[in-house]
């Protein structure tokens, strides 16, 4: 099942995708959500972003974007985070 929680393609993954870390998601349950910001040689700039507020928040984070540590969000993650999806 871990296999089906990686993006189909992580060279697809763009500036703007919503996306979350595997390991804080599956195994500590915390529903973070992050935006790409920018993309420069492969690692991907994550902005941790608000379920109640606009905007960035907290301290970003970087991701490589073959990392299978970065994976797409999850449904129900971008569902909570609606403000920032519409």
Known sequence: MVA??????????QVGD??????EYLAHG?????????????????????STEDGFVGAGASAALDDP???????EILQRYARHTR
Request: without cysteine; negative net charge.
């Open 30 to 50: 915390n529903p973070s959500l992050f935006q790409i910001v920018e993309i420069n040689d492969g690692e991907a700039l994550l902005g941790q972003l608000s």
């Open 69 to 75: 540590e970065l994976i797409a969000a999850f449904p």
């Open 4 to 13: 089906e929680l990686t993006h189909p393609n992580p060279q697809r993954f």
């Open 18 to 23: 919503f996306v979350q870390l595997k390991s």
